[in-house]
């Protein structure tokens, strides 16, 4: 990992190119995000930094982490993230990350929390079929049917495709291309959707290339 920041998804809209072609993105405010602690290999045992996102009001912050803060001499932060630099060396405690880290024609690793959609059905979290609503099949037609055999294995195998909670679950969407940086208003388009919901926090890191 070479660079990272934090953002919050705006929303999707859609631009179109030199030629006129439209191109679906999604807009996230990236930043200004601050370096809120350096770990080193000596003092800890690997190097990273630690990025602050989004100001929160101090008497939201309990006395252990607002001590944190005190010592980087920053203000209070919404969000809290680790990353692993490549080269950590260039950021010191302070350092401020804006949109300016990624630039058109990058492409990123979008990491997010996914809508959360409550309890559902094997049809709406699993893709599967309905039974036929014809004769003979009763009222079962968005049932999963049989679960497994009876005397032989005498128990439902873990991983079954049943019915259960969709959505709210950390997801990581790979090399999407970055089509515009606003570094003045701190946005980044980036074509393609991304995990969760309006508003939500999302992190943007440089798809590692595979050699």
């Known amino acids: 990992m070479q660079k990272a920041i934090i953002g919050k998804k705006i929303g999707m809209t859609q631009i179109f190119d030199e030629k006129g072609k439209m191109i679906p993105v999604t807009v996230v405010e990236a930043g200004p995000c601050s370096v809120i602690q350096k770990k080193t290999v000596e003092t800890d045992g690997y190097a990273s930094i630690q990025v602050g996102f989004g100001d929160v009001k101090i008497q939201r912050v ?18 809290l993230r680790e990353f692993r630099l490549e080269d950590t060396d260039a950021h010191s405690v302070g350092d401020i990350l804006k949109a300016d880290v990624f630039a058109v024609g990058d492409r ?8 959360g959609k409550g309890t559902a059905g094997v049809i709406k979290r699993w893709n599967f079929s309905r039974l036929k609503e014809t004769h003979g099949s009763g009222p079962v037609a968005r049932h999963g049917g049989s679960i497994g055999a009876c005397s032989d294995p005498s128990k439902v195998f873990k991983g079954k495709k049943m019915s259960g909670r969709l959505g ?21 388009a980036i074509k393609g959707a991304i995990p969760g919901p309006k508003g939500g926090i999302v992190v943007l890191a440089d798809t590692v290339k595979k050699a």
């Open 168 to 188: 709210a679950e950390r997801v990581t969407v790979q090399n999407l291309d970055i089509v515009k940086v606003d570094v003045e208003n701190n946005l980044i």
């Open 108 to 115: 990123v690793d979008v990491v997010g929390t996914s809508k």
């Open 62 to 79: 309990g006395k252990p982490l607002k001590g944190h803060f005190d010592k980087a001499q920053a203000a209070p932060k919404k969000v």
